[in-house]
């Protein structure tokens, strides 16, 4: 069966500090995985996909199919990185996505 | 282009009730979902379609019904409220097929039944 799981449901790390959000994944298929934010009264948007091999907002992931994870990086925090982050698995031959638990990330200052 | 709509934004049921969400996409997109969003269960999907006159059951589809008469509209329809089905409402939407393709969220209806 699909899954993916985010073991962390929040995660607070000081401004400047590295930063990981972890995601393992279970499928039989080829994976294609996503990480979504939410930030404050903003909706659910993309941040980057695997396939494309990206930076933004100086968020990495790279996925391991060894390990079967996708986990979020980025080596200084920001306060603006403050929201919520959810890994997501597509599923199929379709567009339909399945999430994980979400994890609310606080940078303090 | 205004993406994604949902109305209502917010809405109080009655157990037994029954009412429609609304979703509305104005990019031409061919795939469109539902989704719920529980605290510490991360969204899941309800129905999907992959165009018009096309849906089919997600994860978590009993109590929900849907239609997709035309490429934009995919309403969600709860047939008789329950308790349960207090939650935060998403609809998305994108491009269709088989490719990597960004989903477009709307900004929610937050459902509480009483």
């Known amino acids: 069966a699909q899954r993916v799981t985010q073991p962390e449901k929040l995660l607070s790390v000081f401004k400047g500090a590295p930063v990981e959000l972890k995601c393992n994944y279970s499928?039989?298929?080829?994976?294609?995985l996503f990480w979504y934010v939410q930030y404050s009264r903003q909706r659910l948007q993309l941040l980057l996909r695997?396939?494309s091999r990206e930076s933004i907002k100086g968020f990495t992931a790279d996925l391991n199919k060894g390990e079967t994870s996708f986990h979020l990086k980025k080596p200084f925090a920001q306060e603006e990185d403050s929201a919520m982050y959810y890994c997501?698995?597509?599923?199929?031959?379709?567009?339909?996505?399945?999430f994980g638990q979400g994890t609310r990330l606080t940078i303090n200052p | 282009n205004a993406g994604v709509t949902q109305t209502p934004k917010f809405q109080v049921l009655k157990t037994g009730q029954s009412m429609t969400l609304q979703c509305a996409q104005d990019m031409n997109h061919e795939y469109m979902s539902w989704y719920r969003q529980d605290p510490g269960m991360g969204l899941r999907l309800i129905h999907y379609?992959?165009?018009?006159?096309?849906?089919d059951q997600g994860e978590v589809p009993n109590g929900y019904n849907v239609s997709r008469s035309t490429t934009e509209d995919f309403p969600l329809r709860l047939l008789s409220a329950a308790p349960s089905q207090t939650s935060v409402y998403f609809c998305a939407s994108s491009l269709g097929g088989t490719g990597s393709y960004e989903q477009y969220f709307g900004p929610g209806t937050r459902l509480t039944v009483t």
């Open positions: 695997h396939i």
């Open positions: 499928y039989s298929g080829s994976p294609e």
């Open positions: 997501a698995l597509r599923v199929g031959g379709a567009q339909k996505l399945v």
């Open positions: 379609s992959v165009g018009a006159g096309i849906t």
